[in-house]
């Protein structure tokens, strides 16, 4: 008998037979949905984010989302965020500078008037808790074509040992032999020539003293252009001051023109939530480091001048009680954004990790600097020595070890090579040598490392090309523990972060991750890459153990942080006392362009007392610099408390470095 199927039958087939052709029409969107689904799933299990941590996104209101470049950690617990233009030439020229202050506790944000284009500064943190932020943008890089009037370097001399001179910006200088006429950029300061008496002859000499400003053609026009080097009248001087002061400039021309700096220098004052304008750098510059010494005064080396050109060695030294700025009597050279963390002696470390500007075979060897004599003792071992540029730089906690770690990097400017080395030094061997440790999780330039307060190391994201091209974003992390070399998996970053991104710890023991500024958005190279505004939390194993976490309160009670001097005690009230395995005395974070020369953990001394526990603090100044820090508990499971501040005051014992008024 012949089979009939029924009506309902049949219109099953034809449903089942539909969900299959679109089943195999989709099955790609099927497969990776479910798959998206699982993950969201597994990474959001309570035994999952024990072992990995976990991370969100930040609620960031739309008027306060901004391209951040900078971020610090005050001692208010706020994150100050910083953007200047933040590499939009767009911004640049509506004159639209950014900065905004975060409350991650509460969640709130608030707009800070920005009076420069703090993009590409350096900062770091003072004594008494403000931030120093010092540099920035002048005017933004143009490549040969997008050259439109002839331009360079004017060096202008002033003969006359009596007085300066000032020149406003738009100063002409007209070439003596070639006729043509330039205008300065910027308004300059040129003193008083230096005079001298022979102490025999009495005879006086006197020396020229020389400035440089940028200038450009007053018209566009190849015509306007110059080859050899000529002597320049300056419009406006009067008397003697025409034979006195005079300009000398080389080939002005439409040569790619980098970025290039400014002197201005600002304290950022955390509790009235301002910047403070102080005494300017001698020297312009541009992606420039900052590094707060033992007697709380700070050292700020390298960067692009106001011509585009790396400093010439020429390092200062800022006094945040004079709010002045004086000369290291020598030179040394450096690539923009070196890695120079004070260690024992008042000595540098740097590490040879930098982040762009200067040539492949200067200032790029590691090494300990004695800034009081100039001397510089390399170190070697380093391996993949060539890509050391975009690499990251920690000391290894706790701080007393003097143990530094190297992770990552890649090759000078947009080379595409790049390194998963990780390489540690220990600087108390008699002869310090680079080792390497286990290999990061990928070939990256551009990770975030972050020292925890239970002794490990955060590493997260980087790209393995420069600036992410061809989709080379990493979307991964990992935490390492210095004490048994050992490297664990960590919860995969929720989005791509390379060059103009980085991640500082918070109070609460979370890490704030933040920024990236890839080239392109396609693997092709083919559409412009966006800067990513989004703010992520990672919330790391310790927080998601079972227990409360230790109490650690200041015994004053009043919420200001109390005052520790070096080598003296504080006393913190704590009901879990007994649990209490380690102290930690950690400085906040400070970071930009792969660098946070702040970061670093402390070991405290401590005892128990009838009503928690007392610390002691150590008593070297290089280990400790002045500032503010947070206090950790942690018990013997690596569960730390929430941070107490205290304020450590400028010891008496700490070391001043000679300083000049004279430029080296």
């Known amino acids: 008998m012949k089979f009939h199927p029924s009506r309902r039958v049949r219109r099953l087939s034809i449903g089942a037979a539909a969900v299959l052709v679109l089943a195999g029409f989709n099955g790609p969107a099927l497969y990776t949905f479910a798959s998206n689904q699982y993950h969201d799933y597994k990474i959001n299990r309570p035994e999952y984010k024990a072992k990995h941590g976990h991370w969100k996104v930040v609620d960031v209101p739309e008027k306060y989302r901004i391209n951040t470049i900078h971020a610090a950690l005050l001692h208010t617990g706020k994150v100050l965020l910083v953007a200047g233009s933040g590499n939009d030439a767009k911004m640049f020229d509506a004159k639209t500078f950014r900065t905004v202050l975060w409350d991650p506790e509460k969640n709130t944000f608030k707009n800070i008037p920005t009076p420069k284009d703090l993009f590409c500064a350096g900062h770091t943190q003072l004594p008494d808790g403000k931030l120093l932020v010092a540099g920035g943008t002048q005017r933004y ?39 043509k006429t330039f205008v300065s950029q910027d308004s300059l300061l040129v003193p008083r020539a230096k005079k001298k008496a022979d102490p025999v002859t009495g005879e006086v000499t006197v020396t020229a003293t020389q400035k440089r400003v940028y200038v450009e053609a007053v018209k566009e026009g190849k015509r306007y252009q110059t080859g050899t080097e000529d002597n320049y009248a300056i419009s406006g001087l009067k008397g003697a001051d025409r034979r006195n002061i005079y300009g000398v400039a080389q080939k002005l021309s439409f040569d790619k023109k980098d970025f290039q700096g400014i002197k201005d220098t600002f304290e950022f004052d955390p509790v009235a939530e301002r910047y403070i304008t102080v005494d300017p750098m001698d020297e312009a510059r541009w992606y420039p480091t900052l590094t707060t010494l033992e007697d709380g005064k700070v050292l700020s080396v390298s960067g692009l001048d106001e011509i585009g050109q790396v400093v010439p060695g020429k390092n200062e030294i800022y006094d945040p009680r004079t709010k002045k700025w004086s000369f290291l009597p020598r030179t040394r050279f450096f690539p923009t954004y070196p890695a120079l963390f004070l260690t024992e002696n008042n000595r540098i470390f740097y590490s040879g990790s930098n982040a762009g500007y200067g040539p492949a075979d200067k200032g790029r060897a ?14 070697p071992g380093m391996s993949d020595p060539d890509v050391l540029e975009t690499s990251m730089t920690v000391p290894l906690p706790p701080a007393q070890d003097q143990k530094y770690m190297v992770v990552g990097g890649g090759g000078v400017g947009e080379d595409a090579k790049s390194t998963a080395k990780r390489r540690l030094v220990n600087l108390r061997d008699d002869n310090p040598r680079f080792r390497d440790g286990p ?15 239970d002794d490990t190391v955060l590493t997260t994201n980087g790209s393995g090309d420069y600036r992410g091209r061809s989709a080379s974003n990493i979307l991964k992390a990992e935490i390492y523990d210095p004490k048994s070399n050992d490297v664990k998996s960590a919860a ?141 508990a942690v018990d013997k499971d690596g569960l730390p408390s929430e941070a107490t501040w205290v304020k450590v005051p400028v010891s008496p014992t700490a070391k001043a470095v000679p300083t000049t008024t004279e430029s080296p």
Not at 439 to 453: F, G, M, N, Q, T
Not at 531 to 554: K, N, S, V
Not at 602 to 627: E, H, M, N, Q
């Open 366 to 379: 590691p090494g300990l600097w004695d800034i009081a004599t100039n001397r510089f003792r390399k170190i």
């Open 141 to 179: 890089e143009k490549l040969g074509g997008d050259v439109k009037k002839a331009g360079g370097l004017m060096i202008v001399s002033n003969e006359n040992p009596d007085r300066a001179k000032t020149l406003p910006a738009g100063t002409r200088f007209t070439g003596k032999k070639n006729g």
């Open 492 to 632: 995969d970053p929720l989005v791509g972060r390379n060059y103009h991104s980085g991640g500082l710890l918070l109070p609460d023991g979370r890490v704030m991750t933040f920024g990236s500024d890839s080239l392109f958005s396609d693997k092709d190279n083919t559409k412009p890459g966006e800067f990513q505004q989004q703010i992520d939390l990672y919330t790391p194993p310790y927080l998601h153990q079972d227990g409360d976490r230790p109490q650690l309160l200041d015994s004053r009670g009043d919420g200001k942080g109390q005052t520790v001097r070096l080598g003296g005690t504080a006393r913190f009230q704590s009901k879990d006392a007994a649990r209490i395995k380690k102290m930690r005395l950690i400085r906040p974070g400070s970071f930009t362009h792969v660098t946070n020369i702040e970061q670093r953990s402390i070991a405290l001394d401590f005892r128990r007392t009838a009503d928690g526990v007392s610390v002691t603090l150590p008593k070297d100044p290089s280990l400790v610099p002045p500032g503010w820090y947070m206090v950790n």
């Open 439 to 453: 290999d990061l999780y990928e070939k990256a330039r551009y990770p975030s490392s972050v020292i925890l307060p």
